[in-house]
């Protein structure tokens, strides 16, 4: 996932590293630490508009994979849920079909929230791009 910020020719190698970071980790300490800069230092990329940019392009591109994988695994989801319901799927052991159940609800309520999510991405894209026409 970091190949298409490292092909961003306009940002230093610590910048481009700082975005990782600033994505992959909770704090700013932490996100010096992984990219070798100082705390102060991704304080200063967090303020620029420029590194902010690229952070949030970094943070779609991981909801898009994450979405396609949800989308890819929904018919297994869906197959467990009716499996469930016919009977099909019994406890077994350690494993409880109420469990897998349950996994499989959370499946797609994850998918319907990350394609929610990247629906209204796509709205406001395109209400921006109309209002700056």
Same mark, same amino acid.
């Given at each position: 996932?970091?190949?298409?910020?490292?092909?961003?020719?306009?940002?230093?190698?610590?910048?481009?590293?700082?975005?990782?970071?600033?994505?992959?980790? @909770?704090?700013?300490?932490?996100? !010096?630490?992984?990219?070798?800069? /100082?705390?102060?230092? #991704?304080? %200063?990329?967090?303020?620029?508009?420029?590194?902010?940019?690229?952070?949030?392009?970094?943070?779609?591109?991981?909801?898009? @994979?994450?979405?396609?994988?949800? !989308?890819?695994?929904?018919?297994? /989801?869906?197959?467990? #849920?009716? %499996?469930?319901?016919?009977?099909?799927?019994?406890?077994?052991?350690?494993?409880?079909?109420?469990?897998?159940?349950?996994?499989?609800?959370?499946?797609?309520?994850?998918?319907?929230?990350?394609?929610?999510?990247?629906? #209204?991405?796509?709205?406001?894209?395109?209400?921006?791009?109309?209002?700056?026409?």
């Amino acid at each position: 996932m970091t190949e298409n910020i490292a092909e961003k020719k306009y940002l230093t190698q610590l910048q481009k590293k700082a975005v990782i970071a600033i994505v992959q980790t @909770k704090s700013a300490k932490e996100a !010096a630490a992984m990219c070798g800069a /100082a705390e102060s230092t #991704i304080y %200063k990329y967090m303020n620029d508009p420029v590194i902010m940019t690229e952070v949030r392009s970094y943070e779609k591109r991981i909801r898009d @994979k994450v979405g396609y994988r949800l !989308a890819v695994g929904s018919n297994e /989801a869906l197959d467990i #849920i009716e %499996k469930v319901a016919k009977g099909e799927i019994v406890d077994i052991d350690d494993l409880k079909a109420s469990v897998r159940l349950r996994a499989a609800i959370a499946w797609l309520d994850n998918l319907y929230r990350t394609q929610d999510m990247t629906d #209204i991405e796509r709205r406001v894209s395109a209400l921006e791009a109309a209002r700056e026409a």
